[in-house]
């Protein structure tokens, strides 16, 4: 009990103050563990920091380099694109004219074609006509000489006459034809 005594008799003691060879040992250890510290571990973490601060320069040059990279590549696929773009145009107005000129080229052939066969209609119509004409004066005179024979009696076998009143008559008929147009 008298230690008891003895403790209530002294001052009291603060609990926030340790005593004060505690501190001095604590201080002393605290130093120690610092300068072990500043020593070993600081240069390693500021050794870490500088790698790091380091690589985190380095990947925003890379990311930089890269941005503009890709800049450069977007402006020549813009310049790519509109290139094929003009091309295209130039593709479809050249495909336009060739086509309109192909139309042309087809349709004066056809103009042509078309021609050629009038005219080639025309040229068989007059041929038709012509024949159809000796054709007609031939069996008219052989009529009209058969005719005229009967009327006057007599034979006109004569070849060379026949043809000639024959080709008389028919002109004088086509001429009063001609007249009456």
């Known amino acids: 009990m008298i230690s008891l005594v003895h403790l209530a008799a002294e001052e009291p003691q603060n609990p926030l103050l340790p005593p004060l060879p505690e501190l001095i040992v604590g201080l002393v250890a605290f130093l120690i563990v610092f300068a072990i510290l500043a020593k070993k571990l600081l240069p390693n973490i500021n050794k870490v920091l500088e790698e790091r601060r380091e690589a985190i320069e380095g990947g925003i ?16 696929y813009k310049a790519q694109l509109a290139e094929a773009r003009h091309e295209a145009a130039r593709l479809r107005q050249e495909a336009l004219e060739q086509g309109t000129a192909l139309k042309e080229e087809l ?14 209609g025309h040229a068989q ?8 004409s000796q054709a007609l004066r031939q069996d008219v005179g052989k009529l009209a000489t058969d005719l005229a024979g009967k009327l006057v009696g007599e034979s006109l076998e004569d070849h060379a006459r026949q043809s000639r009143t024959i080709d008389r008559f028919l002109d004088e008929l086509e001429a009063k034809a001609e007249a009456t147009r």
């Open 107 to 120: 349709r004066a052939e056809g103009q042509r074609q078309r021609e050629e066969i009038i005219a080639a």
């Open 61 to 76: 040059e890379k990311a930089e380099a890269a941005q503009t990279e890709a800049q450069s590549v977007l402006e020549q």
């Open 125 to 132: 119509i007059e041929a038709d006509r012509k024949a159809a």
